[in-house]
């Protein structure tokens, strides 16, 4: 058959390296989708002259929106016979990428596990973006269930799980080389710089946001993630929830826009340390977020880093920040990531 | 707290002025997603060679565009306590804006007068949008309905209110220096100019719309308005209306949209004299317009300006043009405005 | 009335030819949109790198995105009064189009038919995309069952029915002057060439996608497209089928798009030969598409052509190839068309 049925658990071995296909040049167009699905303030993807003013050569892309694209190369060789995105470590975002740039991915199988329940596994897998220079934009651990063609457990199968790193280390996060000082709290809109943000403060960021199915199948489009339970509504209303199930990339996405209400200021995400999607969100759901600031740390005299958590709620705007280990169920997404923000 | 709660009555004072935050480079991107999500088919906004024909150095982008995208500037500042937005008055389209300018916008308080329900009070705002070289773009009065802080009168509190011009003048009219011989009705879709309109005409634009949810949340995030009534069906499933509340302007995008269906040969709004949106639309209502001419008059040999009302309904395709202080209910957008036409 | 009517079947005369109005130029908001609302995955279009290895300027667009674009010029003149969609015959895709093109379009009348009802004809049409050089980018014949503005038999109307091509020749075929041997399976996402396909051969294609009202007006509006059944529900509640009727050329975006899961290689469509929309499509809606390869042809030692006919169902998964003559209810489009393909 020439149709494309992707790997099943069985198919992937420890160290095989995947090149994704398809390519993807991003376009101003994909930066104007990306904002009419998201609705995002951060004021340095959006000027052209206010980056350049800080010394990039134009607006770079939100660092979600790259996450996306390379996420969405990987889809058709990963995501297809999954059942599960079980979590994410280790994401780094790398060189900055501007329209124009042509991000390509490949991937390495990290670590493979089979599941006692004989029908799946946990895949393990590293991938790198890179741009059209080959220079590394975005690299990152990602686990998943998939499931096995055959049911049964293999004979004289060695699990390897390996060991993910918890944090990604200051030392590694690509700080980008701005002219800092031209960062002005009338363009990004918040008056609050690294000095004002306190270790365990709260932050609600008010802005809940409602889903339509239209609004998540094109942006899940626009980075060409195929992933069928996210577009098909005759196989899904026979399916686990009986209606399609959201990529939980437009979660983050949804996330991050929504703290720029509190967050305008970080203007960079460097890192993710780990994301977890704790339920799954659908069509007339509404986004809540709040977050929570767990450390701080100057990276040089001008720019400091932040350990921030973020958490999305579906459908409940009054919440306590909860325990890591006690997700409520309306809980949606649980993320732990490092941004930039501006020493002043 | 770090999260935005905007301003309320208490909060402005006569003759402040509001930098807004977040300048905004507008791209293809946007003028495609404006296309897909109102249908425009206004010939000089989408051929860059019918433009430069014409002397342009590519194709402006359409005044209405250039509206939301100033007004999406000021929203955090102006919008989010507003209960409504009661009228817009003197709005003057200046410099044509093109793909690839950057548009920035401040405001200036201009009137305050508090409301004998002591919980509301109406401000009245200039807005100047200007682009990256300081030229003004866009400039226009509004006034909104603005919650109070606390109940009750301010003391000593004096109210001003401004004397806002009843029309914009034609000497005032930003008119391009353009090659207009070159305006052909095989591009623009219809051979009636200047003399063919006769004062008290009116138009029915005959193409009804229908509005989905996401498609009204798209065009408005794209814009970067973030006012919650929009976009929070788990709010507004207990507030006044139990859905969400289309923006405005987006049905005014509409309407100029329809229009052009009999109004083709208009190829640029100078002004808008006045603005009432006389009842709320929402998801699943079908938009038509009717115009009718009220003046006109010669701007020079070749161009000249007609005023005209657009009126647009919710799901009534048959009607009388309405007497100008009995709208009808359905009845949901009442816009006087002026034109520039060529003349042959 | 200045409102545009169109034309009914009595205003066409054999031999007309009819400019269409509002040349449209292309962006890269366009190509995005049209990814977001299709899914696409054929790599030569979304990668600027791999077309420029390939020998193109930069990445052509979509070839169906094109037919959509200049379709969407002739709506006024052609489709407004039309009732059906009857069918098209010699689609010829000509010079490539890259972002920054303007194509306008003209319409010759080829044929006309008066039907025994006496409300309605066939009208017989080819139309001409051009791009702003003037070079000939799309043809094709398509004919149309247009309302008469009042019933009867014209007097002394004489039929003529036109012989209409069944087949493009293979010499017709405008084969891009491409390096091929630049064509990686890495980057397609297929290791399936020219020599893989058999005569005969069935591709079930597997990816359905449903759908949703937003997207389908987005899509249509973005062709500038206008034709009122699409849009306007507050009248189609009323119509034949109580909701709004999707394009169909929508529906051919989606099947090719869907296609590529089988037929990633087939890098460009070089005709459609015949196309049915054999039932319509409404909101809700799932596509699903089969594949099956009628010929094979080398154009030169390393490009083939094959002759394809693509069907596409709603709800409906799973399918036998049907019989041409006996298309089941929930077949939706009966497509013959021809591709390019590496040999290798």
């Known amino acids: 058959m020439k149709n494309f049925k992707s790997r099943f658990f069985e198919d992937y071995k420890v160290n095989d390296e995947i090149h994704h296909s398809v390519p993807r040049t991003i376009t ?102 890179t741009n059209q220079n080959g220079e590394v934009v975005l690299s990152y651990y990602r686990w998943l269930m998939m499931r096995k063609k055959e049911k049964g457990m293999i004979s004289s199968f060695k699990n390897l799980v390996p060991k993910l790193p918890e944090r990604v280390k200051s030392s590694e996060f690509h700080c980008p080389n701005v002219r800092i000082d031209h960062w002005l709290s009338e363009i990004s809109g918040s008056s609050f710089y690294f000095n004002d943000y306190q270790i365990g403060e709260e932050i609600h960021h008010l802005d809940g946001q409602t889903i339509e199915d239209a609004e998540h199948q094109l942006a899940t489009r626009l980075y060409q993630n195929n992933a069928r339970v996210h577009f098909n509504q005759h196989v ?66 001008k720019i400091g880093t932040m350990l921030i958590r973020t958490i999305a709620s579906k459908n409940n705007s009054q919440m306590k ?4 280990n006690k997700l409520d169920e309306n809980i949606v997404l649980d993320l732990v990531y490092s941004v930039l923000i501006p020493i002043k």
């Open 236 to 301: 899904e209303k026979d399916g686990r929830f009986g209606k399609r199930i959201i990529y939980g990339g437009y979660i983050i996405s949804l996330a991050r826009a929504i703290s720029c209400n509190g967050l305008a200021n970080t203007f960079k995400v460097v890192a993710i340390h780990s994301g977890k999607h704790s339920s799954p969100t659908f069509s007339g759901d509404t986004i809540y977020a709040w977050s929570k600031v767990l450390e701080k740390e100057k990276i040089n005299n």
């Open 28 to 129: 101003d167009g994909d930066v104007s989708l990306y904002l009419a699905t998201t609705g995002s303030r951060f004021a340095l993807n959006y000027s052209k002259e206010f980056s350049r003013k800080l010394g990039f050569k134009k607006n770079p892309i939100d660092d979600i929106l790259l996450f996306h694209m390379v996420f969405g190369r990987t889809v058709p060789d990963l995501s297809l016979n999954a059942i599960a995105n079980l979590g994410y470590a280790g994401v780094k975002f790398k060189k900055p990428v501007f329209v124009g740039d042509t991000v390509t991915a490949k991937s390495k199988i990290v670590g493979l596990k089979e599941n006692s329940n004989e029908k799946t596994g946990t895949v393990y897998v590293e991938s790198v973006g």
């Open 321 to 324: 920040f909860p325990d890591e």
